[in-house]
Each structure stands twice: as C-alpha cells, then as structure tokens.
C-alpha cells in the first residue's frame, strides 16, 4: 500500500505524528540533513514496522550496520500494527553520516502516537460488519466480489407511524434497526490523542437524500446497543452531511445502523458512500489527517415470475349489476386450498367497486444478506383501489413503492396487467438468474400507448432484471397478460411459456368440424350471449380477418421473446383463443384462458365456454392435453359475468404474492 501521509523530521527537535494503523507514513529524511552527510540509519521501537525502498527494489531495514546512501532513490515509511497505550509512546531514530565514518554527524527523532481508525460495514455480504481486507470503496458483482448493501426502508415496522420509516429522521421502533445494515466504527486509542483530534463521520451531498445513518450512544452493553428509542439518533441523512462523533474514554468501537431512503433509478445508480476522518483540531484551519470511506449498493426491488411458489392470492369482493362474485370467490377459496397458499380478500368498502387488483399493484422483495422483506409497488392507475397497498399492505415487515405520473392521465399500459417477469433464463451465455421483466409497448408502431416513462426507468434502474419490451398496443386494454403467461414444469427447463393463439384454435375448430362437429356452438349454456357455432365462425370472414391480424402481432412477440428470453418453439406452448377487433383494437372473443392465475402446478384458467362434443368443452380438453403432460392441474373457473365482459379475466382481477429467490442477487452480473 501507497503512504498516504508524510512526515518531515528535524536535526533540531523532535517531530511528533500520529500514525493510523495499517497505513503507511512516508518520512523525509533529506529536508533538513546535517552538513556533509552522504548516507543514514533507521530504528524504530517495538511496534513500528520500517520499510526502506531504494530504487525498484524494496528492502526492509537492513540487520547490517552499513548505512542507506542518502539520495533521491532511498525512501524511508513507517506504519504501526496496533494502537498506542500512551501518547509518543513510539520511537523511529535517523542518524546521519559522512561516507566512511562511523560517528554520526546528528540524529533526527520521531514520536509516533498509534491510532486504529477503521470505518466498516459488510463487505464480504455474511450479514455482519467485518474488518476486511478488500477495498472497501469499490462495490463489485458475482460470487466472488465484495461490497455491502442497504435495504431501502420502505416498510413501517411502528403501527404508530403515519408514513414509511424512511420518511422518519426518528427511530418509531426498535425493530425498524433490523432492517439498517450494520456499520461499526473503531477508534482506538489515547485518550489524550481525541483532546486536539476529533472524528468526523460524513456523506457527500449528493448521497446525503439518499441514505440515513442512527447511532445508539449507551455506555451499558446491551442487545443493538440500546433497549429504548430515546437512546438512538439519526446522525446523517438528507438533513445532516456530516456528525463529530461523541467518542467516550476508553471507547474502542461505535456501531451505527444504515438505512437506504431511494431505489435505484434514472437519476440513481444505486451506489453510496460513507467516510470517517481523523481531524487535527490543534491547527487553524482543522486538518483531517485520514479518512477511510465505505461503499454500500441499494438493493433492487425485484419481481417473482409464476414458477416461484405462491405464498397469498390477493382478490376483491365486488358487487355489480349482475350480483356478487360470490362464486368466483368460492372457486379462488378451494383453489387455493389446493395450492396450499393464503387466500386474501379486499372487501368492497375497500375497492370500491374496482375488481382489478393485478392492474393495481405488483408484488416484489429486497433482500439484503442480513434481512429480506416482500414490498409492493403501487402502480400509478389510481382508480377505485387506489390506497388499498398503501393503506392495508404497507407494515412491519412490508415495504411500498411507487412512482407517480408527472402529469394528469396514466394510460391503460401504465396498470400493472402490463408488467410481468419470466422465469430465470440464459441467452446466447448471458445468464439472467431472476429472470427478466416484460412490459407491454406500442412496439413496432411509431405512436400510440405506451407504460410510462418513470415507471420504465425505474424497472430499468433495478439492473438485475433487465426489461424487454413487447408489442401490446394492438389490444384494447393493451396488456401483456391477454397473450402470454408462464407455467412452471418439473422438466430440465423449469417452465413453459404459454402463448394465445387464433391460429391454433381455429384449426381445431377445423378438425371439429372434419369430424362432423360443425353444430357444436361457443358460448353453449351461457345465458347473456349469443350461440355461434364452429360452422358460423370457420365462416365469418371478419372473425377469420380479425384472427390473421392478431396472428401476426402475437407472432411478432414471439420471435422477440424467443431472442430475449432465449427460447426454442418446445420452450412455447401455444394455447387455442379467439379475438375479434373492435375498432381498431382487439379483444377476446371468448373468456381468454391465457389470462390464467398460476398457483404452483395448480392453474385457475378462465372457462372459455367451447363447443361441447361429448359432453366436454373441446378448448378445455386441448388445453389439458398440452398442460396437464406437463405435470399441471387445470381448473376451469367461470369469470365470464364478473370479469370477461368487463374486459378482463382471472389474472386481471387476482394477485400473487411468491416465495422469494433463492438466488442472490448480489452475485449475479448484470
């Protein structure tokens, strides 16, 4: 390591300095040199470590008595490899001499006081504030690098607060500390040394809105280092850049708690720095002597795609002209009790009257090596549910996200039925192990809708599931869940993506009707729409139109998914659906069975009313004969009053909480 402090010594009277363990100090030995002298000798007392470097070579003090030529190629560091009992306890003594002669012309003494000042965090990711060896001011990806990371606070672990516990410059409780990243600050040494020093803990401006430190000033050992709120201050934050440290006698360590206050974002790498100094406070001005920083990276919000286990389903209770959806909720109650999972209802007082809650929010997780916690992000729809993650989601344990519109009017792109995630992939060797998030966009049209521009950013920012955009605007809702989902499979691969299809349905209406099946009617046993048989629609030249043209858009998304995801045509699973253009956008002709809720193997499809040929719907039959192959379980649920004529299905009007990763994100490389 470089010296990082020099010192310049005197024939006249000795130097005093105070040197920090572990660095290096260089020593001028030719400033002030006694008249005639040609070469020098160094010692030092127990304690102190001496290296001379003379020219490319380096050299530690030599055992012999010839003395080091006194040029420009012969440099003399010290360093001290603990802290000082006393002040000046430490000695190092350079003698001058004329080439040949062995009595000294005069002698040049240095009194080294040792301090151990060390700022640090968890950089080797254990979950524990560690002294290390690595470079703590650099941040690297992978198994094998090192960095520490803070949780953005953005849960509300006191039911006392009104807001996040980042919004608060005030612990609220003393759990929330669990949620910090640990720091501790050792500062050992004299205590006379701290009567003309001081320590200094800082944050550049820039960082400050960005970060929170509290610290806890007991003298008592106890558990997080205090037992009451009041013990505990928030000493930097977007109020505070920096905080002189209120070092007591004998105070070997300090440990402080971080909290993250923002995510990544197009403003925001992620990354943020902390610094200690040591300031001489004996000169005018101060002088910080050293300063050791830290790093810490910001963890990524991150989505979990359908083949991670489900933990809650997320429903509204609603009432409408047509009735409750009592039956609906009856159906998701025993579905999930197949998926052993938790079932969770929004009342109507709550949603007031809006069904659709996969539009509202989006459940994700950070994770940091000392603690994760699940955090939804609310979209910026803001209709009827608008409140519910804030008001009912948001706790202990459970954090809130969300980024508002900078102007009036989200587009119906910017619900969250138009984020998904995929499972872990690799593409063309490029491993993405959480998978990679997918956004419905007016791709490959030059205008029209498209999710907006903050929320884009901010997925984008999280760098550890790199977005794709698809082409969704050709749908009236326009989201990616009308013609896509992913299944998970126990196979090699781990999953199946699943892909509406016209093309596919309208050749098994084909076959049927080869097979003498033409009479067999779409929408049979409905009472509120009208029959259509397979002969009427293999005959309607607009519903033949209207399936070519969506055909192509969804084929479109398919070679693009089958690039960015890094699939095969086995990965794909194209399931039979019909859509008919109103307009100049498209809609399901039939409840839309891609629009399903995944439940591990256990599927909540939506019932797509299909022709009966032997008393079976023929479309449930083809979907179970390429899914339950697969190891899946197909319920067939009727959503066609409560959700479809509403320009719905399943997946729009449920939410799923899953299982976090197990994966790290940290050692991916993005």
């Not at 999930?336 to 009257?353: D, H």
């Not at 299809?501 to 003498?516: A, I, M, N, T």
């Not at 809609?587 to 008393?615: D, R, S, T």
């Amino acid at each position: 390591m470089a010296p990082q402090t020099a010192v310049r010594l005197s024939l006249k009277k000795p130097t005093y300095a105070v040197c920090v363990v572990g660095v290096k100090m260089y020593v001028d030995i030719r400033s002030h040199v006694p008249k005639g002298a040609e070469s020098f000798r160094v010692s030092g007392s127990s304690g102190v470590e001496l290296l001379v470097v003379y020219g490319p070579a380096q050299a530690t003090e030599p055992v012999s008595k010839d003395p080091w030529p006194l040029d420009a190629n012969v440099e003399v560091t010290v360093s001290v490899n603990a802290a000082s009992k006393a002040l000046n306890d430490l000695k190092v003594k350079v003698s001058y001499f004329r080439q040949y002669e062995d009595s000294a012309l005069g002698h040049s003494v240095l009194y080294l006081t040792g301090v151990d000042i060390s700022l640090d965090v968890d950089t080797g990711r254990k979950g524990k504030a560690k002294r290390s060896h690595v470079d703590k001011k650099t941040w690297r990806w992978g198994p094998e690098g090192h960095g520490a990371v803070l949780l953005v606070n953005c849960d509300r672990d006191s039911l006392e607060s009104r807001g996040l516990d980042l919004d608060d410059s005030q612990l609220t409780s003393l759990d929330d500390l669990k949620d910090m990243s640990p720091m501790v600050l050792t500062c050992d040494g004299p205590n006379g040394l701290f009567d003309n020093h001081k320590l200094v803990l800082h944050v550049p401006f820039s960082d400050s809105k960005r970060v929170g430190v509290f610290c806890a000033r007991v003298l008592t050992p106890v558990p997080l280092g205090g037992n009451s709120l009041s013990d505990y201050k928030q000493v930097l934050g977007p109020q505070h850049l920096s905080y002189e440290v209120e070092r007591q006698p004998g105070e070997q360590k300090i440990s402080f708690y971080v909290e993250g206050l923002t995510f990544p974002d197009v403003d925001f790498s992620g990354m943020v720095s902390l610094s200690v100094s040591l300031v001489d406070t004996g000169t005018l001005p101060e002088v910080p002597i050293f300063t050791d920083t830290v790093a810490f990276r910001m963890a990524p919000w991150i989505m979990t795609p359908n083949t991670q286990l489900p933990l809650e389903l997320y429903v509204c209770s609603v009432v409408d002209s047509h009735g409750s959806n009592e039956k609906f909720l009856e159906d998701m109650s025993d579905l999930v009790s197949k998926a052993n999972c938790k079932l969770i209802i929004c009342p109507s007082i709550e949603n007031r009257g809006d069904r659709w809650i996969q539009d509202e929010m989006e459940f994700g997780y950070v994770e940091a090596p000392h603690k994760s916690f699940p955090v939804v992000f609310d979209s910026p729809r803001d209709r009827g549910l608008t409140g519910f993650a804030y008001k009912r989601i948001l706790g202990p344990d459970f954090g809130y996200v969300t980024r508002k519109i900078p102007f009036p009017g989200a587009s119906g792109l910017d619900s969250f039925g138009n984020l998904d995630v995929s499972p872990p992939v690799t593409v063309g060797g490029k491993k993405y192990p959480l998978g990679r998030i997918l956004i419905g966009s007016n791709f490959p049209k030059s205008g029209g809708r498209r999710m907006a521009k903050v929320v884009r950013d901010f997925l984008k920012a999280q760098q550890v599931q790199a977005p794709v955009e698809l082409y969704s605007d050709w749908l009236f809702v326009g989201h990616v869940d009308e013609f896509l989902t992913f299944v998970p499979t126990s196979d090699q691969k781990g999953f199946r993506l699943l892909l509406a299809s016209p093309s596919v349905c309208l050749k098994l209406f084909q076959e049927k009707k080869e097979e003498g099946y033409g009479e067999a009617a779409q929408f049979d046993g409905l009472q509120h729409q009208v029959k259509r048989s397979i002969n009427e629609m293999l005959a309607d030249k607009n519903l033949q139109r209207d399936s070519l043209f969506v055909q192509k858009c969804i084929d479109w998304n398919r070679e693009v998914l089958k690039r960015e995801l890094g699939l095969t045509e086995r990965d794909i699973v194209d399931v039979p659906q019909l859509f008919h253009l109103k307009g100049l956008y498209a809609e399901a002709f039939f409840p839309n069975m891609v629009n399903m809720v995944v439940l591990g193997k256990h599927l909540g499809i939506p019932k797509p009313f299909g022709p009966i040929i032997n008393g079976r719907c023929c479309l449930e039959e083809k979907v179970r004969s390429l899914l339950e192959p697969l190891g899946l379980h197909c319920t067939f649920i009727d959503d066609y009053l409560s959700y479809h004529r509403l320009f719905g299905e399943i997946h729009c009007g449920t939410n799923v909480r899953r299982q976090p990763f197990s994966f790290k994100w940290w050692h991916m490389v993005p």
